[in-house]
């Protein structure tokens, strides 16, 4: 894990991998994270984190924070999603349409206010969200979820561009 200690200028990229690699498909994240990561200098990988209260104090002041996680909105499997965190009025979604959820039940859209309540919040934040199928006990990514993790990879260096 390359997170922010503190003592150093914050990151103007983090990545952050949602899941667990012991939960077939719930691995996505981190799977996504850790490619795009190898392939950029100067983007701090912050992941695997397995509950979005862990990114307070991680991901202070970066310009730019891509959450990939795995979800279920009911799309076929391995169909990547792009979602801007915390664009709707206040009381609603943040941003994340009906019907979609993290697997770790906890909403990123009140992390990010909470980041925002205490000045500490990354400027912009996207989740790159995989559509899950096997989230059963064990390793290895799902047929359709592991074709899915280069395409997701893409969209997130696309974004890391656009800051660069």
């Known amino acids: 894990m390359n997170g922010h200690d503190g003592t150093s200028p914050a990151p103007r990229v983090v990545v952050v991998g949602m899941g667990s690699e012991y939960r077939r498909d719930d691995g996505a994240g981190p799977a996504v994270a850790d490619r795009v990561a190898e392939l950029f200098d100067g983007v ?19 310009e730019l924070a891509v959450v990939i996680d795995a979800v279920h909105s009911g799309a076929e499997p391995g169909t990547v999603q792009l979602i801007e965190v915390g664009t709707a009025p206040e009381g609603e979604s943040g941003g994340v ?3 979609t959820t993290s697997t770790h039940g906890i909403g990123l ?34 047929p359709a979820v592991d074709r899915a993790v280069p395409h997701a990879a893409r969209h997130v260096m696309k974004l890391i561009q656009e800051v660069e």
Do not use: C, H, M, Y
């Open 109 to 142: 859209a009140g992390v990010l206010r909470l980041a925002r309540a205490v000045g500490n919040a990354p400027k912009r934040v996207v989740v790159v969200g995989i559509e899950g199928d096997d989230f059963g006990q064990g390793t290895g990514l799902s």
């Open 97 to 99: 349409p009906a019907g």
């Open 44 to 62: 701090a990988n912050l992941g695997p984190i397995a509950d979005p209260l862990d990114l307070l104090g991680l991901w202070d002041g970066a």
